[in-house]
């Protein structure tokens, strides 16, 4: 069976390790990325979001609008939106929390 995969929208050197046990970590993008070419950004993330399933997440990072097209390429393709996100805890327990919306039509 395969594992889930991760899709990092941007991997900018941060330490992305403790989403590992959501799936196999998959960047889109590498470092700096024109915010406003935003067909650059489908034309990058197309093919890699084409091999995505429903159960794997987008881990959200990286400029806002980058993520604005991911996740519309994900859902467009599944009717659903599987997000990684950061939640930092006053307690040091940092972690990574899945939301999982469901698009009806």
Known sequence: MELN???????????????????????????LFNRYDITGMYRTFEPLLSKSSS?????????????AVACSIFAAKHGRLNLLIWRAEENGTDRYVSRKIVFHS
């Open 55 to 67: 159960n794997d997440y987008i881990l959200h990072c990286g400029p806002g609008v980058m993520s």
């Open 5 to 31: 995969k991760v899709f990092i929208i941007n991997d900018s050197g941060h330490d992305f390790s403790s989403a590992e046990s959501y799936g196999d970590l998959v960047p889109l993008t590498r470092g």
